[in-house]
């Protein structure tokens, strides 16, 4: 399989409890993304890496989020304490920085593939 | 700050009936726009890049074209398949944080 996975497809918790997402990117892509999205919206960025850096993170993130991408490959996403209003589906991203092959994953110059995201319940 | 506004919110449409839909952004320097397809509960699947004003890209039923303050995705005739959220992002020049509109939800009735 080519594609971005993410591990859990879903997952329920009850409020001040930590939870950690796994995002698996294409292996060629060094560019890797978190987005958050609630319904009704468009994704809403949360961070990026390229390779291990993290390079950006939104203002509005709170530090209860962390996101790490220790050998530049995965990269997993953290929320401590979490809370209702964390509920939401969280998407992942992965793209690379230099032109490829035309077409299919990983193809091209900077465009994002997705995963199937994880979709958060707080309880 | 970076903004990306996409209308109409909704668009019903029946099957052969062409319409536009519309992203226009403010961004300090333009690195890309983008189109995605998302269906429910799934991710966003890429569609088109556009980088410079004036650029086109076509793929089947779709056609992205850009100017300096918008870009429009033209759906020719389409069919109760194309029926989805098309959302549009823009990366400014410098970085690559990707913001997004709220995006198009097209329904196509056949």
């Known amino acids: 399989d080519t594609g971005v996975s993410q591990d859990p497809r879903h997952k329920i918790t009850k409020r001040g409890q930590n939870v950690t997402f796994r995002c698996d990117p294409i292996?060629?892509?060094?560019?890797l993304y978190w987005y958050r999205q609630t319904l009704g919206q468009g994704p809403e960025f949360l961070t990026y890496?390229?390779?291990?850096?993290?390079?950006?993170k939104s203002r509005l993130l709170s530090d209860r989020f962390s996101a790490e991408r220790p050998k530049g490959s995965f990269s997993t996403l953290e929320i401590q304490r979490t809370e209702q209003g964390d509920s939401a589906m969280y998407l992942c991203a992965s793209s690379q920085s230099t032109k490829g092959l035309a077409g299919g994953p990983g193809g091209g110059y900077n465009e994002q593939f997705f995963g199937p995201g994880t979709r958060l319940t707080v309880l | 700050e970076d903004q990306v506004t996409q209308s109409p919110e909704a668009l019903r449409l029946q099957e052969g009936e062409s319409s536009s839909l519309n992203c226009s952004y403010t961004v300090s320097g333009l690195r890309g726009l983008f189109w995605y397809r998302q269906d429910p509960g799934k991710g966003p699947e890429f569609l088109f890049t556009l980088y410079s004003a004036g650029e086109e890209k076509e793929k089947e039923r779709l056609k992205a074209t850009l100017t300096k303050k918008e870009s429009f995705l033209h759906i020719t005739a389409p069919k109760p398949e194309d029926s989805a959220t098309y959302l549009c992002?823009?990366?400014?020049?410098?970085?690559?944080?990707?913001?997004f509109g709220a995006g198009t939800r097209l329904f196509v009735k056949a």
């Open positions: 292996s060629e892509h060094n560019r």
């Open positions: 890496f390229q390779n291990e850096a993290q390079l950006e």
């Open positions: 992002a823009v990366q400014e020049a410098g970085g690559f944080k990707t913001i």
